[in-house]
Nanobody
């Protein structure tokens, strides 16, 4: 089972910034879409942003203009730069990878372990 390793969560005051990273093993030869989702207590997991292997991006309306998703295909890594953070951005953020491949292995949908982001007012 391939694991995605997330880092970069933490606590910040409103208006601050954080950068999340998520890496797949170097043995992975290709990944289709990568993305970030988040889940707050009592709420369902929701999409934050996604990026295709070609670099096309999609954002939730609530984070447009504040968050930027990017990826480094050579490092099998996806990033989420979060600026102008608001208390309502507080959640556990999960990395996701679709179409993850290496020799003899394919995974349609893989999740990271989650990283906590807390924004105080």
């Amino acid at each position: 089972q391939v694991q995605l390793v997330e880092s970069g969560g933490g606590s910040v005051q409103a208006g601050g910034s954080l950068r999340l990273s998520c890496a797949a093993p170097v043995s992975i030869v290709s990944i289709d879409d990568m993305g970030w989702y988040r889940q707050s207590p009592g709420k369902e997991r929701e999409l934050v942003a996604t990026i295709t292997s070609g670099g096309s991006t999609n954002y939730a309306y609530s984070v447009k203009g504040r968050f930027t998703i990017s990826r480094d295909n050579a490092k099998n890594t996806v990033y989420l730069q979060m600026n102008s953070l608001k208390p309502e951005d507080t959640a556990v953020y999960y990395c996701n990878a679709k179409g993850l491949r290496r020799y003899g292995y394919y995974a349609d949908n893989t999740w990271g372990q989650g990283t906590q982001v807390t924004v105080s007012s």
